[in-house]
């Protein structure tokens, strides 16, 4: 069977995963050959908890940008941090978004990427419950069920939530779900509490849905991550990537209001959710270049992962927050290097 090239594996992958076929197929593809050719790929996701994932995409930078250097531009969409792992792990996508705790995660269980932009300081998740619901806070939920999306920020956030009221997380059920099916879950009574995810929990709120408990550091950054095979072999591409991000967090903070249409068209919700989401749990202000802050709360979060079975050794965290970051690509971020 003729070898394939990584660009080439890159790109049936990355189709097979829009087409949601990625799991069972993704064995087959190994070695097939792409029937356009030799060209380059970028294979990048888009996001709705990664509004910068979202303006990149819409303005068409990456294309433009790509347009003479035969270069084919392939967006694929995750749904929770946990599936941008999955395709980051499986090399059908390049680049790929999540919190900062499932980068940490995914790095420690032997994942090869690397964090090469912050791409947002979001306060994403919280403790949601019913309009009805008796839960008042996070010592209620002892002896309940509780939906959440194991290996992201909101499962992470439940997790660090238990741990600051002494509560075992044997204690609780945990239902895993992906983030909307969480929330329908709680809606239709199923569990008694969710771990809940901007946008879908911003929308939520509108219909009735209480958070019984916030906390900003329990939140970890918004991580854009690079598989180290992209990284060695097209580091102008991930130069590129990084680029577009500074733009779109300029263009984000000059036209709040087209980026707060694109989020709730993205979303399917109202623009005064999308309002909420952007102006009020979204903070873009920040130093973008990974470094000590992601750092200072991924130490916090990584004990964690050994105590709940998600990491079998703290050896693999330690070993994992040496190796994560990578500062080179956002210190050098030029959003002028990116036409409109």
């Avoid at 035969?70 to 680049?95: C, F, H, M, P, Y």
């Avoid at 609780?172 to 969710?194: E, K, R």
């Avoid at 911003?202 to 916030?214: C, H, P, S, T």
């Avoid at 309002?275 to 802050?293: C, I, K, M, S, Y």
Wanted: hydrophobic content about 45%.
């Amino acid at each position: 069977m003729t070898k394939t090239r990584p660009t080439q594996t890159r790109r049936t992958l990355a189709g097979l995963l829009a087409a949601g076929l990625l799991l069972t197929t993704a064995a087959c593809a190994e070695g097939e050959a792409s029937a356009d050719g030799d060209g380059r790929t970028l294979a990048i996701d888009y996001a709705t908890y990664n509004p910068l994932s979202l303006v990149v995409k819409d303005q068409g930078w990456l294309e433009g940008a790509l347009a003479d250097e035969d270069v084919e531009v392939t967006w694929v969409k995750s749904d929770g941090s946990n599936k941008a792992n999955e395709a980051l792990r499986a090399n059908a996508i390049d680049v790929g978004s999540t919190a900062g705790s499932a980068a940490l995660l995914a790095r420690a269980n032997g994942s090869p990427i690397r964090t090469i932009d912050i791409y947002s300081q979001p306060e994403w998740a919280a403790i949601v419950v019913g309009e009805d619901s008796k839960v008042t806070d996070v010592a209620d939920l002892a002896g309940k069920q509780v939906a959440a999306t194991k290996g992201t920020d909101p499962y992470f956030f439940l997790l660090q939530s238990l741990a600051a009221e002494g509560i075992d997380p044997d204690e609780v059920t945990v239902q895993n779900l992906q983030h909307a099916d969480g929330w329908s879950a709680l809606a239709n009574g199923s569990v008694d509490a969710w771990a809940g995810l901007d946008p879908i929990m911003a929308a939520a709120e509108q219909e009735g849905a209480k958070l019984v408990y916030r906390n900003i550091d329990f939140n970890t950054y918004g991580f854009l991550n690079a598989t180290e095979e992209f990284l060695d072999e097209e580091p102008e591409l991930a130069q590129l990537v990084v680029d577009a991000y500074a733009k779109a967090r300029d263009w984000l903070q000059e036209n709040p209001d087209e980026a707060v249409a694109i989020l709730a068209e993205a979303a399917a919700i109202d623009e005064a959710v999308a309002q909420t989401v952007l102006t009020e749990r979204t903070n873009l202000d920040f130093d973008h270049v990974p470094g000590q802050a992601q750092l200072d709360v991924l130490t916090t979060v990584g004990p964690l992962f050994v105590e709940s079975g998600d990491v079998e050794d703290q050896s693999q965290i330690d070993a994992a927050l040496e190796e994560l970051l990578t500062d080179e690509y956002a210190a050098k971020a030029d959003a002028s290097r990116v036409a409109d």
